[in-house]
C-alpha cells in the first residue's frame, strides 16, 4: 500500500450496539442517490463497507463478481465478509485499505460508493481525490454521510441534546466531521470534480419500533464500546451520566408522539 494518512479511532467501534442498527441499512434506506446510476456488469467499489447490508445490496444489482468491499482493518474486513457470506454473496471481493491511500489502479472502477465513511476520516479530501483516481473517466462516485449537528427531534428532551454534544466532541477529537453531510460537495469540488450533483435526504423515526431501535443504538453506545471508553477516559460523561443519558433518550423513544429525523448530505460526482 502506498503512503496511508493518519487513520484515527472509528468512534462508533464495532459493538452490537452499532452494527444491529448499521444491519438495518439497505440500498433503498441508504443510497437511493446512486440507484438510478446502477446497471449490471458495472465495476463498484463500496469503501468502508462496515456491517456489509447495502454492499450486499449493490452486488445484487450490478453483479457480485464485480463489486470489490473495502475495509480498514481485519476485524471490519471479517464483518463485511460474513454478512456478504451469509446472503450468499461469496463472489464479492473484500479487501483491507484505507480510503485515503487506496491499492487500486487509476481508472478501473465505474462506481465508487461511500456511505457514513468521509466523517470518520482525518482528511475526506485525500478520501475522494483517491475515489476520483481510480474511477472510470465518465465514472461515478456516490457519498452519503451524515449531519449529526443536523439532528431534529421532539418533544424536547435533555438527553438527545448531550447525546449529541458528547457524540461531536469525540468525533471531532477522533480527528472526524461529524457534520460532514453539508461538506460534501465543497469536498468533492477540492478533491478535483468538476460535475457534482448535490442532495440530501433524512432517516425518520416516529414509530414505536423504530424510536426504540435508535434509542438502543444510541444508549448503548454510551454503555460499552470505543465512544463510553473515551467518554469516561476523558471524564467528560461518567457512567451514572451515561445511564441517566440513555435513559432519557428511551423514555422520549416511549413516547407516542416522538418524532426524530437525522439529515444527510449526497453527492453523485462524475470522474
Ligand atoms: C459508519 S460505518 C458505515 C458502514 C457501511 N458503509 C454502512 O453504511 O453500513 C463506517 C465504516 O468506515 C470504515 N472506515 C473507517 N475508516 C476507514 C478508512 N480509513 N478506510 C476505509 N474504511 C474506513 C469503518 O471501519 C466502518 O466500517
Same mark, same amino acid.
Given at each position: 500500500?502506498?503512503?496511508?494518512?493518519?487513520?484515527?479511532?472509528y @468512534?462508533?467501534?464495532?459493538?452490537? %450496539?452499532?452494527?444491529?442498527?448499521h444491519?438495518?441499512?439497505?440500498a433503498? #434506506?441508504?443510497a437511493a442517490h446512486?440507484?438510478?446510476?446502477?446497471r449490471?456488469? /458495472?465495476?463498484?467499489l463500496?469503501?468502508?463497507s462496515g456491517?456489509?447490508t447495502i454492499t450486499?445490496?449493490l $452486488?445484487?444489482?450490478?453483479?457480485?463478481?464485480q463489486? @470489490?468491499?473495502?475495509?480498514? *482493518?481485519?476485524?471490519? $474486513?471479517?464483518i @463485511?465478509r460474513?454478512?456478504?457470506?451469509r446472503q450468499?454473496l %461469496?463472489?464479492?471481493?473484500v479487501?483491507?485499505?484505507?480510503a485515503?491511500?487506496?491499492d487500486l489502479?487509476?481508472d478501473?472502477?465505474?462506481?465508487?460508493?461511500?456511505? /457514513?465513511?468521509?466523517?470518520h476520516?482525518p482528511?475526506?479530501?485525500?478520501?475522494l481525490?483517491?475515489f476520483?483516481?481510480?474511477?472510470?473517466?465518465?465514472g461515478?462516485?456516490?457519498?452519503?454521510?451524515?449531519?449529526?449537528?443536523?439532528?431534529?427531534?421532539?418533544? !424536547?428532551?435533555?438527553?438527545?441534546a /448531550?447525546?449529541? !454534544?458528547l457524540y461531536?466532541? %469525540?468525533?471531532r477529537? #477522533?480527528g472526524?466531521?461529524?457534520?460532514?453531510g453539508?461538506?460534501?460537495?465543497a469536498w468533492a469540488?477540492?478533491?478535483g470534480?468538476a460535475?457534482?450533483t448535490? *442532495?440530501? *435526504?433524512?432517516?425518520?423515526?416516529? @414509530? !414505536?419500533?423504530?424510536?426504540?431501535a435508535? =434509542? =438502543?443504538t444510541?444508549?448503548?453506545?454510551?454503555?460499552?464500546g470505543?465512544?463510553?471508553?473515551?467518554?469516561?477516559?476523558?471524564?467528560w460523561?461518567?457512567?451514572?451520566?451515561?445511564?441517566?443519558?440513555?435513559a432519557?433518550y428511551r423514555?422520549?423513544?416511549?413516547?407516542p408522539?416522538?418524532?426524530?429525523?437525522?439529515l444527510?448530505?449526497?453527492?453523485? $460526482?462524475?470522474?
Amino acid at each position: 500500500m502506498s503512503e496511508t494518512a493518519a487513520t484515527p479511532a472509528y @468512534t462508533p467501534g464495532y459493538g452490537a %450496539a452499532v452494527l444491529d442498527s448499521h444491519r438495518l441499512r439497505t440500498a433503498q #434506506n441508504s443510497a437511493a442517490h446512486l440507484l438510478e446510476h446502477l446497471r449490471p456488469g /458495472q465495476r463498484l467499489l463500496d469503501v468502508g463497507s462496515g456491517a456489509g447490508t447495502i454492499t450486499a445490496d449493490l $452486488a445484487r444489482i450490478v453483479g457480485p463478481a464485480q463489486v @470489490t468491499a473495502l475495509e480498514v *482493518s481485519e476485524e471490519a $474486513a471479517a464483518i @463485511t465478509r460474513a454478512e456478504l457470506d451469509r446472503q450468499g454473496l %461469496a463472489e464479492v471481493e473484500v479487501l483491507v485499505g484505507d480510503a485515503q491511500a487506496l491499492d487500486l489502479e487509476a481508472d478501473t472502477v465505474d462506481v465508487v460508493h461511500a456511505h /457514513q465513511v468521509l466523517q470518520h476520516l482525518p482528511d475526506p479530501v485525500r478520501a475522494l481525490a483517491e475515489f476520483r483516481r481510480v474511477a472510470r473517466p465518465g465514472g461515478i462516485v456516490a457519498v452519503r454521510d451524515s449531519d449529526y449537528e443536523g439532528f431534529r427531534w421532539w418533544p !424536547e428532551a435533555a438527553g438527545i441534546a /448531550q447525546w449529541r !454534544e458528547l457524540y461531536l466532541r %469525540a468525533a471531532r477529537a #477522533n480527528g472526524g466531521t461529524p457534520d460532514a453531510g453539508r461538506r460534501l460537495l465543497a469536498w468533492a469540488r477540492a478533491a478535483g470534480f468538476a460535475e457534482v450533483t448535490a *442532495s440530501s *435526504s433524512t432517516w425518520t423515526y416516529a @414509530t !414505536e419500533a423504530s424510536r426504540a431501535a435508535w =434509542a =438502543a443504538t444510541c444508549g448503548g453506545r454510551l454503555t460499552a464500546g470505543p465512544l463510553a471508553a473515551q467518554l469516561e477516559r476523558e471524564g467528560w460523561a461518567d457512567a451514572a451520566a451515561r445511564e441517566e443519558i440513555a435513559a432519557d433518550y428511551r423514555r422520549w423513544a416511549a413516547d407516542p408522539d416522538a418524532w426524530f429525523a437525522l439529515l444527510h448530505g449526497e453527492i453523485i $460526482a462524475r470522474a
